[in-house]
């Protein structure tokens, strides 16, 4: 089963800790949006910081919103989910955000976000999954990967399978290219 015949989503990773104004923030909600009018179904881990500002963007504009929840949380989900799918634990909150997804887009946050970014990238190197866009959006980013190029075992071609991207406009421009064809 192509994109062409099944729902395209797009999974959204960053900080639990931002909010508006901060940066992270803004630039996750215009992702939101921007997935959102590009006809994607935005997926993230459904709680507060990057995940609310993406489901924001996205339901703004009407967009699906998708929301991996994870019942061991005491938190309430935010409120611009359409859809949730709750999951027992962790890994299974984990893997339910990356087998549906066409792309991924990963935006500052802590360990969570490196933990995230760090599994998608080794499956998709592995090929564990098929060929699709991992979007590092931001000027943290190069500076991080090279660090873990020089002081890591990650080869050129390991860094050959991210994409960077400044600005909301130019990650979505990469997914909405780069995603056509996978299959799930």
Sequence with gaps: ?????????????????????????????????LLANAGFTICTGGYLGVMEAASRGAHEVGGRVLGIVMNQFKHEPNRYLTHKVATRHFYERLQQLITRSVGF????????????LSLVWNKIQTRVIGPRPL???GECWPPIVQAWQRHLAVSDADIAVLDFAITAEEAVAIIRKKSRGVIL
Excluded at 6 to 27: A, L, M, N
Excluded at 110 to 116: A, I, Q, S, Y
């Design 1 to 33: 089963m192509t994109d062409d015949t099944q729902e395209r989503i797009v999974t959204i990773f960053g900080g639990s800790k931002c909010c508006e104004p901060d940066p992270e923030y803004v630039e996750a909600q215009l992702v939101g949006e």
């Design 105 to 116: 887009i990963a935006i500052r946050g802590g360990m969570g976000t490196v933990t995230e």
């Design 135 to 137: 979007v590092l959006l």
